[in-house]
């Protein structure tokens, strides 16, 4: 079998891929090439260029069904694929490539959260956040195989499991983005240098540093522990009329996992919706109060944002009689 080779050089800034490709799928090598040049300024903006070594190499694999796989700076992939598994592929080659790490949650969940990065800047958000949640199954199974309470080994900061430290990672990295930021996230993750990262909270004092904000209990959470996922319900929902027209609505939330996260709390009105951000710890209860110009319909939690155990609580009917 005849092999073929492409090499990137000129129009990729952050490094250098030869890409070995077969005959027939010279075309596809073209696509990836592609995908190199468009993400490569996306990559650039959030994760700047940590690069250690200036080459990389993918290698053709005949079957376009094959899987993926990536061994340090070689991607083996089917060239002969769609250009969406091109387009994700190359996101994560280029954000291992620019983004050295010792630490896995890093290293591979930061190319995770890349891919939903891309899909978010080329179809939106909610596209961004059904791409979070096609893998929210599989978390939760694995959530409930570790056998509940907490499990050293299964924290990210020194979990093994490619999948947990993958897909837990990207969201952990998804919430840090929407907790403190693009902003100031894209700025920590400029001044991170793997070779100064001999603390485990070496990526949590850049953050903060950046948001002047204490995040101790998100990362005991998701990081430096494994306290399962959250599960989140509405407790209660009070409405109390305003002087000046209009509703303040109290709403409290409860937390029924041992994760506790940051989460949007929407009101749904007649033709509008009002939102807030609330802090709920785990297993505990919180409140947040929302300024509305008539009563809700319903109260939803969360979007899909944070993975959660049980998404059935996630949204809460008014009843007829509060209105």
């Known amino acids: 079998t005849e092999i073929y080779t492409l090499s990137l050089h000129d129009a990729l800034p952050i490094s250098a891929i030869d890409v070995y490709y077969l005959r027939d799928h010279k075309a596809g090598a073209g696509d990836y ?8 300024p996306l990559v650039s903006k959030w ?6 070594t200036p080459k990389a190499e993918v290698m053709d694999l005949p079957d376009a069904n094959d899987a993926s796989f990536e061994a340090g700076k070689m991607l083996l992939m089917p060239l002969g694929g769609s250009d969406t598994k091109l387009l994700l592929a190359a996101a994560q080659q280029l954000t291992h490539l620019s983004f050295p790490s010792p630490r896995a949650w890093i290293h591979d969940g930061l190319a995770s959260f890349a891919q939903a990065q891309l899909i978010a800047e080329k179809e939106g958000r909610p596209a961004a956040i059904a791409y979070l949640k096609a893998h929210l199954t599989a978390l939760v199974e694995l959530e409930k195989a570790s056998g509940g309470g907490e499990k050293e080994r299964d924290a990210l900061i ?6 947990r430290v993958e897909t837990k990672s990207m969201y952990v990295w998804w919430m840090l983005r929407d907790m403190v930021g693009e902003n100031a996230l894209e700025t920590a993750l400029h001044n991170y240098k793997a070779a100064d990262d001999h603390d485990p909270k070496y990526m949590q004092k850049l953050i903060e540093a950046e948001v002047h904000r204490d995040l101790q209990w998100f990362f005991d959470d998701w990081v430096y522990h494994d306290r399962g996922l959250p ?8 409405p109390s009329r305003l002087p000046s027209g209009g509703y303040m609505i109290t709403v409290t939330v409860e937390n029924l996992g041992a994760a506790g996260a940051e989460i949007p709390v929407t009101l749904h009105m007649q033709g509008s919706e009002a939102s807030d951000r609330l802090i709920i710890r785990g297993k505990s209860k919180a409140s947040v109060r929302i300024e509305t110009p008539s009563l809700p319909l319903e109260v939803t939690l969360n979007h899909g944002s944070v993975p959660e155990s049980d998404t059935s609580n996630d949204v809460y009917k008014m009843e007829p009689a509060n209105h």
């Open 33 to 40: 090439s592609s995908a190199i040049e468009e993400l490569s």
């Open 47 to 52: 994760f700047g260029d940590h690069r250690e």
């Open 231 to 238: 599960d989140f319900r509405v407790a209660s929902v009070y």
């Open 158 to 163: 020194y979990s093994e499991d490619d999948f």
